[in-house]
Structures are given as C-alpha cells and as structure tokens.
C-alpha cells in the first residue's frame, strides 16, 4: 500500500459541498494494486440514524439515471475531483423535492481517462443497479445537493452491509456490489442497518 499526502489550497471548496468538517490542511490517499486511490479527510462519524437524519435536510430513495460527469481535481484552481450524477427521486421522506424529480448529487469520487477510482474516504459511487437512501443537504449557490457524511449518506438497500470484498484483481468495473470501500466497516454497517429498517423499499 502506498501511502501519499496531498495539500488542499482551497479547503473551502470542499466544505462547501460538505465533504469534509474540521479544519484539516490536507487529505492522505492510499493507493493499492487495484487502481483504487482513497483520500482520507476529517469526517464526523455519526454513530447513530437520528444524528445523521437530523443533519440532513433532505431524505429520499432514488435511482441513479446513469447520466454522470467526472470533475477531475484542478488545485490551482481550488477544485477537488467529484462526479455530477443525475438520480431520479422514487420517494421523499424529508424535504420538498417531489418523486420523479431528477437532481444532481455531488458524490466524492470518480473513475478518471486511465480507469482508476479515486474516492474519499471510501465513497463508493452510484451505479445503474442500485436502489439507494440519501441524507443529502442543499449546497449554497450550486444546483445540486451533497451527500451528508460522504460514505454516511448513501446506502444502497440492494447490497448487504457494506458489500462484497474487494480483491487483488478487483477494478473499477468489479464495484457494482460495494456499497462502501473504506476502513470504518463496523460504523457504516451499523447504520446502515438502521436506514434500512427504517427507509424500507417496495419490491
């Protein structure tokens, strides 16, 4: 595992978009064989559902369109890489979105021109296949909407816990039944146990 640090000249950018709290300079990427880079930030762990629901403006079930655009990383400029993924709303728990509507969700992770995945703190990106919850909140001057907690905020009902093993062979493409890269496994299955007793989706 190879381990690399990266300064952020713009950290405002990110907390604009609620992907990092705190007042951390910089992000630590791991790399491995797999082609998978994770940037690790300073989160706050939410512990349990009602803290993460009572950080979240907005909670619905939704499907992801498989329309995307990959923002790469440009520091100069203070931009940190994310994908604009469109999902369509299938049902609203909190918030005045409305089902069928089609908004923009920041998610803080892309797969780049030379198939490497880079994430945040173990986001793993949406897919065609998913059926997910999101905790999302509003970002100020923008269109779409942050997912809250990075990996805390999405959860795919279709996976179990976090999702199947990633493997010395595994690649971008090998993702599709991983709801969460990261470290923190026992925290992001104990919430999302919660969600999805809570947030059911209809067959």
């Known amino acids: ?22 007042s951390s300079n910089s992000l630590t990427a ?5 082609g998978i880079v994770s940037f690790h930030g ?9 803290e993460l629901e009572k950080n979240a403006p907005i909670i ?3 499907t992801f369109s498989g329309e995307r655009e990959t923002i790469e990383s440009n520091l100069a ?4 890489f994310r994908s604009d993924s469109i999902v369509e709303i299938k049902k609203v728990y909190k918030g005045d979105l409305k089902k069928k509507d089609r908004i923009t969700v920041y998610e ?5 021109e030379d198939n490497t995945y880079f994430t945040i703190n173990g986001y793993s990106l949406m897919n065609e296949e998913g059926k997910y919850t999101l905790f999302l909140s509003p970002v100020e001057n923008w ?21 199947q093993t990633i493997k010395q062979s595994s690649s971008p493409e090998d993702l599709t039944d991983v709801d969460y890269l990261g470290e923190d496994v026992e925290q992001f299955n104990k919430l999302k146990e919660q969600v999805n007793k809570k947030y059911k989706w209809a067959n």
């Open 60 to 62: 619905v079930q939704a």
């Open 143 to 163: 269109d779409g909407y942050a997912i809250v907690g990075i990996y805390q905020g999405k959860f795919d009902s279709r996976i179990k816990g976090k999702g």
């Open 42 to 50: 300073l989160v706050h762990p939410f512990e349990e559902l009602s």
């Open 77 to 80: 400029e203070g931009r940190v």
């Open 108 to 112: 803080p992770a892309i797969v780049n």
């Open 30 to 34: 791991e790399a491995s064989k797999e």
């Open 1 to 22: 595992m190879i381990k690399k640090k990266i300064t952020l000249a713009a950290l405002t950018m990110l907390l604009g978009i609620g992907v990092l709290v705190g």
